[in-house]
């Protein structure tokens, strides 16, 4: 069970990243950090019983989740920071798991390592159009797959680490060319809005999407 309500929750943060990241910076960047504080406070409880196995570890994640969604919400420097960190920590395990490596800590280190490095560059200038274009789709398009391998029991909660996922991975080709597809089509569709490609991260994230139609 809970590795469908995790999964559907992934999916559909996906998704939004995937389709509507850098189109709708203001909302989606909350969205991810409240996701990003659901796992992290979750799995700070997490015990002998496995992830999310108690009401301790719902009542963390979601506690956690709200506190980073607000906070993400109402400051700029703190949602970048929140963003780009979980952006870059799905996009560096992602690219090891992809490339076989199944030793968990170079797996985190890696993961760890890439997020400061894309923190570090939204905070000290913005990042270019392309670039967040790119990084939300092939993110959110990575979180995407995650969670549909969870749905369909290819891989479950209490056994997703490096050595089960890499290993599912490395027997089923078609994860990639999904994975592929939804990159593509993640891209096109944010690519689409020409009003916006104009716009900084700072200016993305100041004016909702919204607005930009109904003015």
Not at 6 to 25: D, E, H, S
Not at 70 to 82: G, N, T
Not at 97 to 110: D, H, K
Not at 196 to 209: D, I, M, N
Request: glycine letters at 10%; a negative charge; proline letters at 1%.
């Amino acid at each position: 069970m809970n590795d469908i309500v995790v999964g559907i929750i992934a999916v559909l943060t996906g998704a939004v990243f995937c389709f509507r990241g850098y189109l709708a910076m203001r909302i989606v960047i909350p969205l991810w950090g409240a996701f990003a504080g659901f796992m992290l406070g979750a799995g700070i409880v997490t015990g002998d019983d496995g992830f999310l196995a108690t009401a301790l570890g719902w009542i963390v994640g979601l506690t956690v989740a709200v506190v980073f969604g607000l906070i993400a919400y109402l400051y700029y420097e703190v949602a970048v920071l929140l963003g780009m960190t979980a952006i870059g920590f799905v996009l560096g395990t992602s690219v090891m798991a992809a490339l076989g490596v199944t030793w968990s800590w170079v797996i985190v280190l890696s993961g760890i390592a890439l997020a400061a490095a894309l923190a570090f560059v939204a905070l000290v200038g913005d990042v270019p159009m392309l670039l967040l274009t790119i990084l939300t789709a092939v993110a959110g398009a990575s979180t995407i797959v995650a969670g549909t391998m969870l749905l369909v029991g290819t891989v479950d909660l209490d056994d997703f680490d490096s050595a089960s996922t890499t290993e599912a991975l490395t027997d089923a080709w078609w994860w990639y060319a999904i994975h592929l597809a939804l990159v593509v089509a993640g891209m096109i569709i944010q690519l689409s809005d020409v009003d916006r490609r104009r716009e900084s991260l700072r200016q993305a994230w100041a004016t909702p999407a919204l607005a930009k139609h109904t003015d």
